[in-house]
């Protein structure tokens, strides 16, 4: 049983004091340390919680055998944790565990603090950073589906019309007993609340089904022209949006802070084979994220289920960045993605000394095959970017390009437009009332297109390699 602190400010405006347990018995790789896993999740909460904008009074930890039903950590040491609370003045306490309704309104009752665990915190960031209308939903039916059975009361403060009632129980026709005028219909207003909230529930499913309609709609006007996507994902924090931005010149947010990337953002990029390319931002990924929340963004994570290619982004400067990817790796086999195409990126090797390099150089050219081998980058300096597109180029399924000699009415301003955005236009001239055209084109974008209909002495060869 450990615990740390920090430098205390004069401000009492959101100021935590963080909980964290360990657990003796909890499965860990040889030579760990019992509870280290504990420790980093409780460091990880610290950053979680700069995030929503709290300011950290200190750190409280815990090694445990096991749960206290009632408590999660026991009467002792909520004696401990209200103590520390006082000393740093913090008025809020946030635990690194989720707490169940029981349990928190009996370390709310002990502690005289408000509390909050690492899922309502997590929501509480993701209603910050959210900004389409769909992400605000999903947040607040999130929000909601948590808030329903932590609904409580007692007493007149529940009561539409207060007081109880005698004898019959707590109002209504139950009770003879009692003074006039006070009878209560018991927790009326409790049960209105809820009612109120199954109604907003049930508002806000529907309107996130309209909006998914609305997206498919747009997906397949997409797919009219079909473009590989190809999904960046990892943890937060990974350098995922820094290397959207590198490979898209995007100006998406960076920011260090945790969940700064919420709604998803979907780019053409142009790889070097001259194949036109959407590459979507998803959200960050964190370790023991609750299934609610995946589902609350779902948006986002439909660009990684109908990803042809997946990039899994990786920060390779973080000494234990295996142990985070293994997490990723489980949320993608929670989505199904997990036998989908799939390349390692390992970001930030701009942090890296030359030793470490060199070692991680060594290490990953033993692997099995180039395929298997990851991609070294640094997104912030753009050091081996176009290594990156190449192998993105590399992994995607195959869609041969052609050169084709084309002689287009000027009428087929759609088609012109296409082979200009998803092609690559080697030579035009304009000639009567049609354009002449000789352009790399994908051959499932000529088929389509029906090119061939087009093409002058109906010449069309391999593009050169």
């Known amino acids: 049983m450990t615990k740390t602190s920090q430098p205390v400010s004069t401000s009492t405006a959101d100021r935590a004091l963080l909980v964290g347990l360990g657990w003796k018995r909890a499965p860990r790789f040889p030579g760990m340390p019992a509870g280290e896993q504990g420790r980093e999740s409780l460091a990880e909460l610290v950053e979680l919680a700069r995030s929503a904008g ?15 039903p009632a408590t ?34 009996n370390i709310e009752a002990a502690t005289e603090r408000r509390v909050i665990d690492r899922t309502q915190l997590i929501l509480d960031i993701f209603a910050r950073h959210a900004r389409s209308r769909e992400g605000q939903l999903q947040v607040e039916l999130a929000q909601l ?9 007692k007493g007149a403060s529940m009561s539409r019309l207060g007081g109880k009632s005698g004898g019959g129980g707590s ?15 018991g927790e009326k207003k409790l049960e209105t609340d809820r009612r109120r909230i ?26 009219a022209v079909p473009l590989g996507t190809i999904a960046l994902v990892g943890y937060t924090n990974a350098g995922k949006s820094t290397l959207f931005n ?22 053409a990029i142009r790889l070097p084979s001259h194949r036109r390319v959407l590459v979507s931002d998803t959200v960050g990924f964190i370790r023991d994220l609750p ?25 390779v400067s973080n000494p234990r960045h295996a142990e985070i990817d293994e997490e990723v790796d489980k949320i993608l086999n929670d989505l199904g993605v997990s036998e989908r195409p799939k390349l ?49 180029d590399a992994a995607l399924p195959v869609d041969p390009v052609v050169t084709m000699s084309l002689r287009l009415p000027l009428a087929e301003g759609r088609t012109l437009a296409l082979v200009h955005a998803l092609g690559r236009v080697l030579h035009s001239e304009v000639e009567d009332a049609h354009m002449l055209l000789d352009a790399e084109v994908p051959v499932s974008i000529a088929r389509r297109l029906k090119l061939n209909t087009f093409a002058a002495d109906g010449t069309s060869r391999p593009a050169r390699a």
């Open 54 to 68: 709290a300011e950290i009074a200190g750190t409280v930890f815990q090694l445990r055998e096991s749960a206290d």
């Open 72 to 105: 999660l950590v026991g009467r002792g040491k909520l004696d401990e944790i209200r103590a520390e609370a006082t000393a740093h003045k913090a008025p809020l306490i946030i635990f690194d565990s989720n707490l169940s309704p029981m349990q928190q309104r």
């Open 145 to 153: 589906n948590y808030m329903l059975p932590r609904l409580t009361g």
């Open 171 to 185: 109002g209504g026709a139950g009770g003879g007993a009692g003074r006039i005028g006070v009878r209560g219909p």
């Open 198 to 223: 199954r109604d907003r529930v049930s508002k806000i499913k529907n309107s996130i089904e309209d909006i998914r309609k609305q997206r498919a709609l747009r997906r397949e006007a997409r797919n």
């Open 246 to 267: 590198a490979l898209s010149r995007a100006e998406v947010l960076v920011s260090s802070r945790m969940f700064a990337t919420l709604d998803p953002t979907i780019r």
């Open 291 to 315: 299934k609610d929340l995946l589902t609350a963004f779902r948006a986002t994570l439909e660009e990684v289920q109908e990803a042809a290619l997946i990039l899994h982004v990786s920060d």
């Open 344 to 392: 390692l990126v390992l970001n930030k090797v701009d942090r890296l000394t030359s030793e470490q390099r060199s070692s991680l150089t060594r290490r990953h050219s033993n692997g099995s095959g180039f395929d298997d081998t990851p991609v070294l980058v640094s997104a912030l300096t753009g050091e081996d970017i176009d290594e990156l597109l190449r192998r993105m």
